[in-house]
């Protein structure tokens, strides 16, 4: 039997439910004064889901908050969404999401960036230490707005990643890979007892990277692979980022790369290999939820 036959997938009260035992755990919890006690509204003509709190006679759902809010989509689509665009190695389309949802393309192309939201871990903390292996590398895809097209990198767009071997990767954007750029990532999310590999590009060589131990590998001299030396954990990642942008999503502006980046991260570090289904992916999406409401107009902002 299919993931997608389950009630949530198909019935408003029970994707109602769902989402309840995922945001409320422990019960449920008033937005407005975050009191623990609340009543059920019911009647024909109350939503599902329609709560009173019993000490500031608030109404609420658990949609309130999150990226669900005042959504014209039913529930039971978002978790098909969700489940959809969780699950797809190289990501889902816009368009084939409102041709298997019957929303308008306009529709589907929001709510794939609001639950991109929902996957944004906001980086917090460092990576590495103890002595683990971290990776760093750059990537460069698309075009720069307003840059002509021309022979080289100059006019594309640029991603940094850092991966721990095992762990979780984070990956950004940066308007251009200089020294300075590289130094303050790299600072900023490795721990500094770590082992960091990369390749000899100059702002490797040259920059001041605070960590324990920086070793590099050669690829002008065809060198990719020196002991526990490389960086081909990253040269894995980033041919799926690849094939899904060019692949799937065919197109990416710059001021949205970000989300796609936190997109893919957060499947990379909740792949399989670490033991997390499908369906457990999907739910620590929807865990993600509360307070990343994301307005329709304010999509076009980075």
């Not at 075009?143 to 022979?151: D, I, N, Y």
């Not at 690829?219 to 954990?233: K, L, P, S």
Request: glycine share 8%.
């Amino acid at each position: 039997m299919s993931i997608l036959s389950e009630p949530h997938f198909h019935c408003e009260a029970a994707a109602i439910e769902r989402l309840e035992a995922i945001v409320w755990p422990n019960g449920p919890v008033c937005p407005k004064c975050g009191g623990l006690r609340s009543t059920q509204i019911k009647g024909k003509t109350a939503r599902p889901g329609l709560r009173s709190c019993t000490e500031c006679r608030q109404q609420f759902r658990v949609t309130v908050g999150t990226i669900f809010e005042r959504s014209h989509v039913p529930l039971h689509k978002w978790f098909q969404a969700a489940h959809l665009l969780a699950s797809s190695k190289k990501g889902i389309s816009a368009h084939q999401l409102h041709r298997t949802l019957k929303v308008t393309y306009k529709t589907a192309w929001f709510m794939e960036h609001r639950l991109r939201e929902a996957m944004k871990d906001g980086h917090i903390g460092q990576i590495g230490g103890g002595m683990k292996h971290v990776e760093a590398d750059e990537t460069f895809i698309g075009k720069k707005k307003g840059f002509p097209k021309r022979p080289g990198i100059g006019h594309k767009m640029a991603v940094m990643s850092l991966v721990e071997r095992g762990g979780s990767i984070r990956s950004v954007h940066v308007d251009s890979v200089t020294r300075t750029t590289v130094e303050q990532i790299i600072r900023k999310n490795v721990a500094a007892d770590s082992k960091l590999s990369t390749d000899t590009a100059a702002y490797y060589k040259r920059g001041e990277l605070g960590v324990k131990e920086h070793s590099m590998v050669n690829h002008f001299a065809e060198e990719y692979v020196r002991g526990d030396v490389h960086v081909n954990t990253l040269e894995g990642y980033f041919s799926i980022f690849k094939r899904g942008m060019k692949g799937v999503y065919q197109h990416c502006s710059e001021k949205h790369l970000h989300r796609y980046l936190a997109e893919f991260d957060f499947r990379y570090n909740n792949r399989a290999k670490m033991g997390v289904s499908d369906e457990a992916r999907t739910d620590k999406a929807l865990r993600g939820i509360v307070g990343k409401r994301l307005m329709y107009r304010d999509s076009s902002v980075a």
